[in-house]
């Protein structure tokens, strides 16, 4: 568990970041996160539907929440939703 500011988080959390640093961090759970959206880029583009492409990301979000135990945090270290 790391803490940043006034906030802890856990390795596994996807820390929500704006901008260009969203793009550049190294944070293992945002790795992790954008990991699981390159590899289900190609399914999510060519999905027919909106619920089709709306599932694929309930799935990548389970996987972060249920499988590695994650949060996805906002800027100021709260939970989301």
């Not at 500011?5 to 954008?34: F, I, W």
């Not at 880029?41 to 799935?59: D, G, W």
Request: glycine share 6%; aromatic share 12%; hydrophobic share 30%.
């Amino acid at each position: 568990m790391t803490t940043t500011s006034s906030y802890r988080y856990d390795e596994n959390d996807v820390l929500t970041l704006k901008g260009a640093v969203a793009q550049q961090t190294t944070h293992p759970g945002n790795l992790a996160y954008y990991k699981l959206c390159e590899e289900r880029f190609a399914e999510f583009e060519t999905a027919e539907t909106k619920q089709a492409r709306r599932n694929i990301s309930k799935e990548i979000v389970a996987k972060i929440t249920n499988e590695y135990g994650g949060v996805f945090r906002k800027y100021n270290g709260a939970k989301m939703d």
